[in-house]
């Protein structure tokens, strides 16, 4: 039976893994999305008939350059048929109303500046200016705000022919959406080769392309999410708050009835588990075989940080509390620095599998260094606020808390299954070993006995 653990441990990992959180945006009704060109499609086509010029737009195509400033430049070629150009090229003042009526439909350009036109061989040219289209971010990463879903209430529609997104001078993409092509420092759509815009909007740009840079990248695009949280973080978190207090309280209540484990064997099955989960997952994620990429990334992470810190209970061989906890946040900072270069759902997965580490610390601690133990549970409490903010919380409480149900609920019930095992082995380390701050059963001499002169002394001088 012995033998079957580790297997068990790893149809469990691979199993309640799937509920390690994957953030989502709110699930409420958004409203229709918004073109992003403007002039190059059928918003155009419907304004200019009523300026009375009806037309027929024959092709658009854009390009926005991404400037470090954060300003967007459009630039727009709009072929229109001869009749509607020679009309616009004879007219500034005309061209310019049905430009601007326009992109007063629904378009990404709330308030255009620097605009001009002109008409070059039946093509209609726009050029106008968009200020706050991105931000920097860490290490000097540029990230393209029009395009962050976290950022926008409403979609977006591809509505050229051809649109090209092109980062600020000497920068390289390092993050795109899904549909686009990346050329140099830009990212092409095309209405013959992509449906446009996928779910995944991010889009950023580096000082270079390298693996510094997709990881400098990742933690910016996360980083940012924590100045977009909002109230709704409360309302997300208060529940598996609530749900994980009460769990390091009944811990602490029934710790004795649970169940007496062998550390070693327990530090093995969890190490080779974890290793074999990482692994398949890793395979998968190289083959894209078995497991969809988003499940493969959120699997490999997760089981790679809980097999690194069984592993720390093996060689660090019976560490102190302090230790245990100095390991473990180690071993968290280890993951995230490799998956930021993975992927953003690799990255968000170190995260949030950062609690369910540290029920090893506290397990470790227990009984024996109480400034530790408060610490860790303390942080475990807090933890689901934290995870709440990866989940970009609605602003609606009534949604966030609904929203929990299917999100940080689940996550933090991940993190009570999985925290467990890692507290049976600090606790078991905690009872047999010898690290700093404890002392076994094997460490007392006779001569301390308490019917002993010798232990006699030793309570008066704890007394004094």
Do not use: K
């Not at 049905?98 to 709330?110: E, F, P, Q």
């Not at 289209?133 to 290490?139: L, W």
């Not at 966030?400 to 049976?424: E, H, R």
């Amino acid at each position: 039976m012995a033998a079957l653990r580790p297997v068990v441990l790893t149809v469990l990992l691979l199993g309640c893994s799937l509920l390690a959180a994957v953030p989502v945006g709110p699930a409420s009704a958004a409203p229709p999305p918004e073109a992003i060109c403007g002039v190059c499609g059928d918003g155009f086509e419907s304004a200019a008939p009523d300026a009375g010029v009806p037309l027929t737009v024959e092709r658009g195509v854009a390009t926005i350059d991404v400037r470090g400033n954060g300003t967007g430049h459009w630039h727009a070629r709009v072929r229109v048929d001869g009749g509607a150009a020679d009309r616009f090229a004879a007219n500034e003042t005309l061209r310019e109303r049905v430009v601007r009526a326009s992109l007063d439909r629904r378009t990404v350009v709330d308030d255009p500046r620097n605009l001009r036109t002109r008409v070059e061989n039946d093509t209609l040219v726009v050029d106008l200016d968009v200020a706050g289209v991105a931000h920097r971010g860490t290490g000097g990463v540029v990230l393209v705000d029009l395009f962050d879903w976290r950022t926008r209430s409403a979609g977006l529609r591809f509505d050229a022919d051809e649109l090209r997104i092109r980062g600020p001078t000497g920068t390289a993409v390092t993050q795109a959406p899904s549909g686009g092509t990346v050329d140099g420092r830009s990212v092409v759509w095309s209405s013959t080769e992509s449906a446009g815009f996928g779910g995944d909007t991010h889009l950023a740009f580096a000082p270079s392309d390298g693996v510094v840079a997709q990881g400098l990248t990742t933690v910016a695009i996360v980083g940012s999410g924590v100045g977009l949280a909002g109230p709704g973080v409360v309302p997300l978190g208060a529940l598996p708050a609530l749900a994980l207090a009460g769990a390091v309280l009944a811990l602490r209540r029934w710790d004795r009835a649970l169940p007496t484990v062998d550390a070693r064997l327990l530090a093995t099955g969890i190490a080779g588990g974890g290793a074999v989960a990482a692994a398949v997952a890793s395979v998968s994620l190289v083959t894209s075989l078995l497991l969809e990429a988003p499940v493969a990334e959120t699997v490999a992470s997760f089981a790679a940080l809980y097999a690194l810190v069984a592993v720390g209970a093996l060689v660090l061989d019976r560490p102190s509390p302090r230790v245990a906890l100095g390991w473990t946040l180690g071993a968290a900072a280890l993951v995230a620095a490799a998956t930021s270069a993975v992927s953003i759902v690799a990255f968000q997965t170190a995260l949030l599998s950062i609690p369910a580490a540290l029920w090893f610390p506290l397990g470790r601690a227990r009984g024996v260094d109480r400034g530790t133990a408060a610490f860790v549970a303390v942080v475990l409490v807090l933890s689901p606020f934290g995870a709440a903010v990866l989940f970009h919380p609605p602003a609606s409480a009534i949604l966030a808390l609904l929203g929990s149900l299917f999100t940080t609920i689940p996550w933090a019930a991940a993190t009570v299954c999985f925290g467990v095992p890692l507290y049976l082995l600090g606790r078991e380390y905690g009872r047999t070993g010898r690290g700093a701050g404890q002392v076994g059963p094997s460490s007392r001499q006779p001569s301390a006995t308490a019917d002993s002169p010798e232990g006699s002394d030793e309570r008066q001088t704890r007394r004094n």
